[in-house]
């Protein structure tokens, strides 16, 4: 699954363009005075900005198979890397799914993680910058959790998805998509992994494209 389109609302939208323009070096384009643009490899990833209340989200960014070190090294000094008790390491280790990844909050709150996924072969010998990030390969879904297992069995059926095959669905996470792209779904006030930060719903749509047809889901 390929996202190509990610649509997020912010409260902070000049701080957020001078953070992924400046702090992350990468192309920001400006749509309007209330939208924003950022190129992420294969992907886009727009901010608009928000009528009220201070919206955040979960997304993840893939970068080659074999640079988590080097995406490191070269995040130290432009932001505070996120640390897990369960990895006594500000790197997560997922095993089951054949990744690592590392986490940290951009200005307006959202939980971005870069993540290498080692099946996906795409190991790169160039020195590692924002020019290595690959595309948007996670989004975060949240439904009220009183819904939440119909509204799960509604994505699946609605875009002909399936369930990631590395991660079995638990009662509060399911991970559909691949490797290459994957909406993590949690039920609403989950604690988004790895903070103590609940999720919320908040206005987004996602573009994608699956088993050759686009797809644009809003929420």
């Known amino acids: 699954m390929h996202l190509k389109k990610v649509l997020l609302h912010t409260a902070f939208l000049e701080t957020i363009k001078e953070f ?3 702090v992350l070096q990468l192309q920001v384009q400006s749509i309007d005075d209330k939208q924003i643009k950022v190129n ?3 992907s886009d990833l727009v901010f608009i900005k928000a009528d009220h209340g201070e919206p955040f989200y979960h997304f993840a960014i ?4 074999n640079k988590i070190e080097q995406a490191k090294a070269w995040l130290t000094g432009k932001v505070e890397l996120l640390w897990m008790d369960d990895y006594n390491s500000d790197i997560a280790d997922f095993r089951n799914w054949h990744a690592k990844s590392v986490y940290f909050y951009d200005p307006a709150g959202n939980i971005v993680e870069l993540i290498t996924r080692f099946d996906l072969r795409n190991e790169s010998t160039d020195n590692f910058s924002s020019k290595q990030f690959i595309s948007i390969g996670e989004v975060g879904l949240v439904f009220k959790a009183h819904e939440f297992e119909q509204k799960n ?3 699946l059926k609605s875009y002909c998805l399936s ?3 590395k991660q079995p669905p638990l009662p509060q996470f399911r991970a559909i998509g691949d490797d ?3 909406f993590v779904v949690v039920p609403e006030k989950r604690n988004w ?4 930060k609940p999720a919320g719903i908040f206005p987004m749509s996602v573009e994608f494209e699956t088993g050759g047809q686009n ?3 809003k929420s």
């Open 20 to 22: 992924y323009s400046l």
């Open 153 to 155: 069995s509604e994505l």
């Open 62 to 65: 893939n970068i080659p198979a």
């Open 180 to 182: 290459e792209g994957l």
């Open 193 to 196: 992994y790895p903070t103590s």
């Open 163 to 165: 369930y990631f095959s």
């Open 215 to 217: 797809f644009r889901l």
């Open 40 to 42: 992420i490899g294969d």
